[in-house]
């Protein structure tokens, strides 16, 4: 291992702007660029959002502006704050579903059985995860409703799935037996190996926008498995693009679905700064995001 880093001094908000120009970014407006900095910290603003306008540790390229990472960090706000709703559709939907599924097939309180999984060691582990968000939900009404007036205190399947976060749901569902895997992903007409990839990676960006993060320009470290028409069409699946393709899909049915779309393009309009390539987008974007009417 080599010398490891100092931390650098800490630097007023004076200094900050200072350092800015002193690395050749254009600040026309010190007090608005000082305001800014006082509301949204350095760290969150400018070392995300200079991705790709200069290099590492370099110096800006001609001619950007800190009203251009501003930009960009607005756009992403807006941006995380339209995709939210439609992810939240499809874990309504989702947890619906295997809920449905799985106390029909294995009772409502199945899901203690280590054989209705595929692997014991992630259903224990599901049982201590759980565990923990039942305590962090135990005033919720309906959490001390089956704690304190049911036979073992146990919660039934349907209103257990409430509590859980999508991350242990996608948890759930991977740990299902395949056979039950697929009917619950046919009802999304979706093969199962996809539908599972497709809910690790619509969970791990959802906790991006559920802790203000950074979609512009992001490569995803949960990837879906996608289409082959799109990978064949060059569409990656490590940028937020590919992710949008399977909402659509599990989505398709949605009448709102188009809406969405528009109010993508309609962003773009906006936020002239924006690079859509960095985010995986092709020049057809909006073809292959518009679901067909039928």
Request: charged share 25%; glycine share 6%.
């Amino acid at each position: 291992m080599g010398e490891l880093k100092q931390h650098q001094s800490s630097m007023t908000i004076a200094e900050q702007v200072e350092n800015l120009k002193s690395i050749g970014l254009i600040v026309e407006d010190e007090q608005y660029a000082k305001q800014i900095l006082n509301d949204i910290s350095y760290f969150r603003l400018i070392k995300a959002y200079s991705l790709n306008l200069k290099p590492k540790n370099g110096k800006y390229k001609d001619k950007v502006t800190f009203e251009q990472i501003v930009e960009l960090y607005m756009f992403n706000a807006k941006f995380r704050q339209i995709i939210f709703p439609e992810i939240e559709k499809v874990e309504i939907y989702v947890r619906c579903r295997i809920a449905n599924y799985f106390a029909e097939q294995y009772g409502v309180l199945g899901y203690l059985e280590t054989e209705n999984f595929v692997n014991q060691e992630y259903h224990r582990a599901f049982l201590a995860d759980i565990e923990e968000e039942i305590r962090r939900n135990s005033k919720a009404p309906f959490v001390k409703n089956f704690r304190d007036n049911y036979e073992g205190g146990n919660l039934p399947i349907y209103a257990l799935v409430e509590v859980f976060s999508f991350g242990t749901l996608s948890k759930f569902y991977k740990n299902m037996k395949n056979s039950d895997k697929k009917i619950v992903a046919r009802s999304f007409d979706v093969g199962y190996t996809y539908f599972e990839s497709w809910l690790e990676s619509i969970s791990y960006v959802r906790n991006i926008c559920a802790h203000y993060g950074r979609i512009y320009n992001a490569k995803l470290s949960k990837t879906p498995i996608l289409y082959k028409e799109y990978s064949q069409a060059g569409v990656g699946n490590n940028r937020i693009f590919g992710v949008l393709l399977c909402l659509k899909h599990l989505l398709k049915n949605d009448s709102h679905w188009n809406l969405f779309v528009e109010e993508i393009g309609l962003l773009f309009e906006k936020y002239e700064s924006v690079d859509i390539k960095t985010m995986g987008y092709p020049e057809n974007w909006k073809e292959l995001l518009e679901t067909k009417n039928e």
